[in-house]
């Protein structure tokens, strides 16, 4: 994952990006349980949208 971003083997726990988002969320979500501007999409990472209809929801991979 980290050789995507950075192009070399990067030696750090693969947490570092969760935690990096959730204090993301907590700056700019109005309700960072509820996501409604980062959103997970399961199998591929993140993506910021601002879909109302994507609010405390799960987003799914492009096909």
């Given at each position: 994952?980290?050789?995507?971003?950075?192009?070399?083997d990067?030696p750090?726990?693969?947490?570092?990006?969760?935690?990096?988002?959730?204090?993301?969320?907590?700056?700019?979500?109005?309700?960072?349980?509820?996501?409604?501007?980062?959103?997970?999409?399961r199998?591929?990472?993140?993506k910021?949208?601002?879909?109302?209809?994507?609010?405390?929801?799960?987003?799914?991979?492009?096909?």
């Amino acid at each position: 994952m980290y050789e995507n971003v950075w192009g070399y083997d990067y030696p750090a726990d693969p947490n570092n990006l969760t935690s990096f988002i959730r204090k993301l969320r907590k700056k700019i979500e109005p309700e960072p349980d509820r996501p409604r501007y980062i959103v997970t999409v399961r199998g591929v990472g993140y993506k910021y949208t601002e879909n109302e209809e994507m609010v405390g929801k799960t987003a799914t991979p492009p096909e």
